[in-house]
């Protein structure tokens, strides 16, 4: 077992070995010392380690196992705690003895290496099964100091800090052991010594652990005991160094044992094949575990340093080996590149041989193409490549530029005072005081009148008109060459350095033309005088070193001075000569729409004062009359008197014991056309109430100061929708006590058109607040302009016998959402109408600042199937009143969950109501889980945006008349729905979170 080949004689004598070992772990002896050596730490007073006596035993362990285990296979199934495996060390991979602590993951297990009380994760694949005469108990014991435990409440820190003193005082070393006792877990417990030294003692000063109450044995057996795992996971993480985490590998790769000469005889005469155990390197640094040795421990040190230099030497080899082989490997490269580099050579020399031939022929034909090209590029100007058009735009700035008129300040400053003095006339409470400030405003007014006069003059007299098409056909100009401008801030900085640019630029360019113009002329000379040199014809000589000049210079300088001016003309600019002419365009660009924005505001303020110059001519000095609405008001009262006798006339007619009919029918056409007269002239009322409101709002303050007995103010603060003529009595009013049991609620026809009349309970206290909000309301229905999505309120008016207050609104029987579904449902495309309608209803609210708080379903409307608007609320209660009643739809409640924990009403909780209002449908499934999803953000502006309100859409057309199809889609309606089921359950259990 110990060597491969071995007989059965050396089996059996393993075995009867292994058998001792067994025999001497079994045997327990208390109060008896015994002489260890540390293999392990766990904490400040416990640790594991190694009988000296059995150092031999560990060395065959070792030996055993590394021939047996590489050839087992690797564990399958479950593993017993119980059982002993070997398990591959992964610092020194070798086999070492463990047990399994625990199953960390399908292919992590935690293990304790037995014979030496570490730990250490491994995969499945490195544990493998060992023979039975290996399976016996473990080499190294655990061990605690005794009387010592650790505080229950020690840090962190101070722990690692006591594991580590500990170590350092019996990590590999040599130590007494007194036996006192044994736990349950077969810890022993006993007083450790090392040399004189009681290590319990040093352990206790340092504080690392405290005393023990005296216990019996028995107490000390059922110590309680941490779980075993979590202080083996915690060892893991300790700082004393375990086998992987120690400084030198050597140290504790491998199990400590002093490998005596004496120890590898008696190993070798063990070995019937005669074949020498070779021990790893770190076998000759362990301790002596043998007192007996007669190895000292300086020699030890010797050898192995012996041995780390030979290491050492060995890298140092390696390493040298490979620089050479590096090196060869590149001179090997550079030769191949001297070679490419000689044929290159070779190569240019016969490419400049045959080049000589026709240097001069090609010199001139590349000559003639350059200068062709320079003919035609001195027909172009090219002077825009200098800024040239950023010069003409910053010429033309400067010298139209437009500047404020003068007269402009002085109308702003006494327009200043004109409003000001409307102000206080409009905050003045007593007339005299007004009277005072009219006059002071109307002498205002002639001074506001001259200074427009003189704006206007001014103005008209400048060329405003064409200084703006000046400047806006410089701008589309400049931006058609270099389009969008970057911003940047506006500094005259940048336009001096554009200027010293253009300077250097153009005498630059100027130089090197000039420069290309002698060379040319140069040139031209020098074939004029070759010429002659070469005509027979001339007599005499002409070929002396002054007539004739050196043609390649002269070639070389054109050549040059050619290829300069083409590169100045065709050559793209530059980063920093670009950087400087896009920043001088943003300059230019940002003055033109500077101007631009000024002409523009001088132009407003023009048309302003062109038709307040009008109007103030109509109203200087004059105070607007109130006879005309005085008028109506009168009219008005003498038919509501007429109305009423009639009533009273109709009355008496039917409660008589002989009434006639054709009478009482004559009446009754009478009231009617009372009615329709009161109505009309109620309208005229309006009218002329909202001519006032825009005269006292614009141009005289004080109406309602001087004309208190009209009540402009009340109308003005109601927002035109308070009257004061029209009373509950006059209406044909039909009492409506199906559609609201909580307050009166009555039908009427008013100018052919059906109204609801509701009535409110007010007193001093509400009824301002009721006139406020549905002013309000109003205010925001009307500046939507039509496409407001919400219920027109038409009148507001106060009782003067009873404290109620009545709002008269449009009637649209059975078109409720309630009464519509439960009729006939919309079908899918109908429903995105109506829903888009209710949508930007929310959305005129909220913009107007106005939270609705109780949409339900008998205050959304669908008007003819296909448009959706939002119903009034109950103006007598705030919004945290409207929002806390619990409205229902079906079993699903329409308070949002933010609501339900105390928080404000918020346009989200009008979004979560219409969320759960919105019929469901396969098209709308995204938006209504954006809705009703808590702490959503979504607004209604958002929700109008939503995809399946800008897709178009299939038209279909419902047919009411099969019943059946109509019973078909309310089932196919019920399977869309039930996918949100989850989702209603929360709502219906109040919970405040969706996850849809």
């Known amino acids: 077992m110990w060597v491969q080949g071995h007989s059965s004689r050396a089996s059996a004598t393993e075995s009867v070995s292994f058998s001792g070992i067994v025999q001497m772990d079994e045997d327990t002896h208390y109060d008896k010392v015994e002489d260890v050596v540390g293999s392990h730490i766990e904490d400040a007073v416990t640790f594991w380690a190694q009988s000296i006596n059995r150092n031999k035993d560990i060395m065959k362990i070792g030996c055993s196992l590394s021939e047996v285990c590489p050839q087992a296979s690797s564990v399958l199934g479950n593993l017993d705690p119980n059982k002993i495996y070997g398990g591959l060390f992964s610092e020194d991979q070798c086999w070492y003895r463990c047990k399994v602590l625990k199953i960390i993951s399908v292919e ?19 544990i493998v099964e060992i023979p039975l005469e290996l399976q016996f108990s473990s080499v190294a014991k655990k061990y605690k100091l005794w009387g010592l435990h650790i505080p229950s409440d020690q840090e962190v820190t101070q722990f690692d800090q006591g594991t580590t003193f500990l170590g350092s005082l019996i990590f590999e070393k040599e130590i007494k052991m007194r036996i006192k006792a044994t736990s349950e877990d077969g810890t022993v417990i006993a007083q450790a010594e090392y040399g004189s030294v009681d290590i319990g003692e040093e352990v206790l000063k340092k504080g690392f652990a405290e005393k023990c109450r005296l216990a019996s044995r028995t107490d000390i057996c059922e110590e309680k005991k941490l779980d075993p795992g979590q202080l083996v996971l915690r060892n893991l993480k300790s700082p004393i160094p375990l086998w992987g985490h120690r400084s030198n590998q050597s140290t504790f790769s491998r199990p400590k044992g002093h490998l005596s000469e004496k120890m590898t005889l008696d190993l070798k005469d063990e070995n019937d094949a005669g074949n020498l155990i070779t021990f790893p390197k770190e076998s000759l640094a362990v301790g002596d575990f043998n007192l007996g040795s007669n190895v000292s421990l300086e020699k030890i040190k010797q050898d192995q340093k012996l041995i780390e230099e030979n290491e050492k030497l060995k890298t140092e080899k390696d390493a040298l080996l490979e620089s050479y082989k590096a090196l060869e490997l590149k001179v090997e490269q550079i030769a191949q590149e ?8 070779v190569d240019l020399t016969n490419h400049l041989e045959n080049t000589l031939k026709t240097c001069i022929d090609t010199r001139m034909k590349n000559l003639a193409a350059k200068m062709e090209i320079l003919k035609e590029m001195r027909h172009v100007d090219i002077s825009v490549r200098f800024g040239k058009d950023l010069s003409d735009a910053i010429q033309v700035l400067d010298e139209g530029c437009f500047t404020t008129p003068a007269s402009l300040n002085g109308l702003e400053i006494i327009w200043a005072e004109y409003s000001l003095a409307q102000e206080n006339i409009k905050t003045c409470e007593y007339v005299s005081e007004g009277n005072i400030l009219i006059a002071q405003r109307n002498e205002m007014q002639q001074k506001l009148y001259m200074s427009v006069e003189d704006f206007i003059l001014e103005v008209d007299e400048s060329s405003l008109n064409k200084r703006l098409k000046t400047l806006q056909d410089l701008s589309v100009s400049l931006e058609a060459v270099y389009g969008q401008a970057k911003e940047g801030a506006n500094s005259d900085e940048i336009l001096k350095k554009f200027y010293d640019w253009k300077c250097d630029k153009r005498e630059e360019f100027t130089n090197v033309r000039s420069e290309t113009d002698a060379s040319l002329h140069r040139l031209v000379a020098w074939f004029q005088r070759t010429l002659k040199v070469f005509d027979l014809s001339v007599e005499g000589s ?20 050619v290829c300069k001016e083409l590169e100045i003309a065709l050559v793209d600019q530059g980063d920093a000569d670009k950087e400087i002419i896009s920043n001088t365009y943003s300059q230019v660009l940002q003055k033109i729409h500077s101007e631009e924005r000024l002409i523009a505001t001088v132009q407003a303020k023009y048309k302003d004062s062109i038709e307040f110059k009008k109007q103030l001519i109509e109203y200087l000095n004059k105070s607007p009359s109130v006879d005309h609405l005085l008028s109506i008001k009168k009219t008005l009262k003498s038919l509501k008197a007429l109305l009423r006798w009639k009533l009273v006339e109709k009355n008496n007619l039917e409660e008589s014991d002989d009434p006639d009919g054709s009478q009482i029918e004559k009446i009754k056409e009478e009231i009617t056309q009372l009615r329709n007269n009161v109505f009309q002239e109620i309208y005229h009322e309006r009218e002329e109430y909202e001519m006032l409101t825009s005269l006292a709002q614009k141009w005289f303050p004080e109406l309602p100061l001087l004309h208190p007995e009209i009540g402009l103010l009340k109308y003005m603060n109601s927002g035109g929708l308070l009257t004061m003529s029209l009373e509950r009595d006059l209406l044909d009013a039909e009492p409506m006590k199906e559609l609201s049991s909580k307050r009166p609620l009555v039908r009427s026809e008013v100018n052919g058109q059906i109204i609801l009349l509701k009535g409110y309970s007010v007193d001093v206290d509400t009824e301002a607040k009721v006139i406020e909000r549905a002013a309000t309301y109003h205010r925001a229905w009307r500046e939507a302009e039509g496409d407001s999505g ?11 016998s009873d404290p109620m207050a009545y709002l008269m609104v449009p009637y649209y029987p059975r078109a409720n959402l309630n009464a519509v579904q439960a009729n006939m449902p919309l079908n899918s495309e109908e429903t995105l109408k109506v829903m888009k309608g209710v949508a930007q209803g929310l959305h005129t609210l909220h913009k107007a600042d106005i939270i609705h708080g109780s949409l339900h379903q008998n205050n959304v409307f669908a008007l003819n199937r296909e448009q959706g608007i939002v119903g009034d609320f109950d103006f007598t209660k705030s919004v945290s009143q409207r929002a806390s009643v619990n409205m229902m739809v079906g079993d699903l409640s329409l308070i949002s969950p933010e609501l339900k924990m105390g928080k404000p009403a918020s346009p989200g909780s009008d979004l979560y109501a219409y969320g759960c209002l919105l019929l469901w449908d396969d098209k709308v499934k995204s938006l209504l889980c954006s809705l009703i999803y808590y702490r959503s953000s979504m607004t209604a502006e958002q929700v109008l945006n939503a995809e399946c309100f800008l897709m178009p859409k299939e038209k279909s057309v419902p047919n009411p008349e ?14 869309k729905t039930e996918n949100l089921d989850k989702c209603m359950e929360k709502t219906r259990n109040g919970e405040a979170n969706f996850d849809c």
């Open 790 to 800: 919400l219920l027109p309120l038409i009148f507001l008016f106060l009782c003067k």
């Open 108 to 126: 992590k297990c935690l293990v304790r290496y037995i014979d030496y009380g570490n730990t250490e994760i491994l995969n499945r694949s490195d």
């Open 338 to 345: 001297l070679q490419q580099e000689k044929a290159a050579a």
């Open 542 to 561: 002409l070929i002396s070193e002054d007539a004739m000049d050196n043609i390649d210079e002269i070639l070389e300088k054109t050549e040059s001075s």
């Open 962 to 975: 099969k019943d059946t199809e109509y019973t078909l889609y309310k089932k196919e309606e019920e399977i």
